[in-house]
């Protein structure tokens, strides 16, 4: 059974940092996409970061710059390290896990990141 476990979520003023985790068990990284998604009260989830099977990080545009994606394979854990933040980016922050053949698409379960102006 896949489960996949974030953690490092919570308040921080406008300017900080802080670093997500997700924990993976039942499954392995480093033949997979990995990647980090949030969502907006009302809004859509969007990809924030991604690490692709056999691939370098990518981010998306609003981020870059700021945010950093890494991954422990040994750990199987995934980091989305946080910084310089601004009020838009609170939101819940998703860590997923997905077959690049789209077999299959695994997600946690969230954590709240909430940044103040």
């Known amino acids: 059974q896949v489960q996949l476990v974030e953690s490092g979520g919570g308040s921080v003023q406008a300017g900080g940092s802080l670093r997500l985790s997700c924990a993976a068990s039942?499954?392995?990284?480093?033949?997979?996409?990995v990647g980090w998604y949030r969502q907006a009260p009302g809004a859509q989830r969007e990809l924030v970061a991604a690490?692709?099977?056999?691939?370098?990080?990518n981010y998306a545009d609003h981020v870059k710059g700021r945010f950093t994606i890494s991954m422990d394979s040994a750990k199987k854990t995934v980091y989305l390290q946080m910084n310089s933040l601004k009020p838009e980016d609170t939101a819940v922050y998703f860590c997923?896990?997905?077959?690049?053949?789209?077999?299959?698409?695994?997600w946690g379960q969230g954590t709240q990141v909430t940044v103040s102006s």
């Open positions: 997923n896990v997905k077959s690049p053949m789209g077999w299959y698409d695994y």
């Open positions: 039942g499954i392995i990284f480093s033949i997979n996409n």
């Open positions: 690490i692709p099977s056999g691939g370098n990080p």
